[in-house]
């Protein structure tokens, strides 16, 4: 039997494909060339999109068919690579995770805004240089610390230790926490919530021998302490990651010293 036949798409104005079903969108998208500016600036792009289009998309679209310069960051565009975070419609999302049927005006034309992430240096469009932030993942030894000799099989651990850090082993690094935290914007000394989630990760971790030393370091001036729980962090996880319950389990355990 015969294929049904699908329709071809047509080709939309701006010269992206308009696939059967597809509506019009303006994607208002913060452009920044540091070749050529001084300030960034806005940029609409009215374009074609599916529903069940994610936003990453439609960047794609604009950057293939509109304008090659357009720079952003993205690799896996399922979730897992962390690389696509920034700013839509105001909110730090994953640009792969955020399908335009749930940005769809109820009435009228739909206007989708993205921005690259706050408090990072700017490189260009939606480039953001994520140094900082590595930075301060590095400075919390984000790896397993154990002394003695090393141990002839694996190191045991029971279901109710490895649950005790299960919820801070899902991050993915994307910075949507630390970006979103206001402490964070006013001084980019602060640790953030993504580097405190990774310690909770290590410190909690019954294996792992290096707590104090990961309690030390976050009970600087820039650690825990300058977290002010306006819960944007746990908002923004696209992982769905308490960051603020881990962020209070890290300041009870300084306040006790009991892991
Ligand atoms: S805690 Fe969540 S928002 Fe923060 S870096 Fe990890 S995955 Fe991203
Ligand atoms: S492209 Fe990998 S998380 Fe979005």
Partial sequence: MAAPATAEPTTHPSGVPAPEGSVDVTVKIQRFNPEQDSEPHWESYDIPALPTDRVLNLLINIKSYIDGSLAFRR???????????MQINGVNRLACKVLVKDLLAKKGKT???VAPLKGL????D???????????????????IAYGNEPTRE???SPADRERFDDTTKCILCAACTTSCPVYWADGTYFGPAAIVNAHRFIFDSRDEGAEERLDILNDAEGVWRCRTTF??????????EVTKAIQEVKRALLFRRV
């Fill in 75 to 85: 690799s896996c565009a399922h979730g897992i690579c962390g690389s696509d975070a």
């Fill in 126 to 144: 939606l480039y953001v240089d994520m140094e900082p932030f590595f930075e301060a993942y590095r400075s919390i030894k984000p790896y397993l």
């Fill in 121 to 124: 240096p700017l490189l260009k």
């Fill in 232 to 241: 944007n962090c746990t908002d923004a996880c696209p992982r769905g990651i």
């Fill in 111 to 113: 206007t989708i805004t």
């Fill in 155 to 157: 190191r045991i651990q």
